[in-house]
């Protein structure tokens, strides 16, 4: 295997992401959409970081308006993740997946190069998103704008390696619907995207503390708000970088031909 070669399927793999990214113009839409209604409209009716309740006063609004960014962009991230590994299902069925995969360079470093094409984009949509965000009056200095970069990154990778996990077991598009459901609403609930774990375990709720603690999606949430303040959380920065490594490799073992699920669609039913 040669840089050369690898530089040549990350830019074919790149290039086709952006592609059909462009040509589906209503995927930048809901994907600022989605996180800007959570801004502008739950934030109003939501408790802020103090505890106080339904429609507080305009200082508090935006103070509750800039902690939830954090966990804004990490939804982004997730469900562009989600979006890559829908293509995925969607080769797959068409045949594409098995050209690709066949392609004379090692299996992960076609997933690795699939990986990275949709972080990217996803990278490129959070900023976007950022930019959306400062009409609200949320913004951050303009130096953390830049620290941030290496915490998206990085969260965008976990949680494309995630959803290119789980596109190993979905077998058709339609199954998509309910990996949202049972998958990436639960992580964004049970997570501190909406508000501080502390709050929970002062209100007595104990167990929901704990599952979202052991949320890879808080950690990543996480690392990117100390980022957006130009702080390091290095907790939640091996955490990610750990998940990242462990759904990587199980989605390379996934789509190995020998054991993983190339070699399962291939038996009769």
């Not at 952006?18 to 934030?43: E, N």
């Not at 299902?89 to 190069?113: I, K, Q, S």
């Not at 915490?151 to 199954?175: H, K, T």
């Amino acid at each position: 295997m040669q840089l050369t070669h690898v530089a040549r399927a990350m830019r074919a793999v790149t290039m086709r992401e952006i592609v059909k990214f462009v040509q589906q113009r209503g995927r930048l839409l809901s994907a600022i959409v989605r996180p800007l209604m959570w801004l502008a409209v739950f934030a109003a009716g939501f408790y802020n970081v103090f505890g106080v309740s339904i429609i507080p006063p305009y200082k508090t609004y935006i103070t509750y308006q800039v902690y939830i960014v954090p966990g804004l962009l990490g939804i982004v991230l997730l469900f562009h993740g989600m979006q890559s590994s829908l293509s995925m299902v969607y080769d797959r069925e068409m045949g594409v997946m098995r050209l690709l995969l066949t392609a004379p360079l090692p299996r992960w470093v076609l997933l690795a190069c699939k990986l990275i094409a949709g972080t990217s984009l996803s990278v490129v949509t959070c900023y976007v998103f950022m930019l959306v965000c400062i009409p609200f009056g949320v913004t951050f200095e303009p130096i953390h704008w830049l620290a941030v970069l290496p915490a998206l990154i990085v969260s965008g990778l976990m949680l494309g390696a995630l959803w290119l996990f789980l596109s190993v077991y979905i077998r058709q598009v339609e199954n998509f619907a309910g990996a949202m459901n049972f998958v990436m609403f639960p992580m964004f609930f049970f997570s501190s995207a909406l508000y501080p774990l502390w709050r929970l375990r002062e209100g007595g709720s104990e167990f929901i503390y704990w599952v979202s603690l052991v949320n890879p999606f808080t950690h990543a949430v996480e690392l990117i708000r100390f980022a957006l303040y130009g702080l390091f959380e290095p907790i939640a920065a091996a955490v990610v970088c750990g998940a990242t490594v462990l759904f990587f490799m199980l989605a390379t073992f996934g789509y190995d031909p020998q054991r993983g699920m190339i070699r399962r669609a291939a038996q009769p039913a």
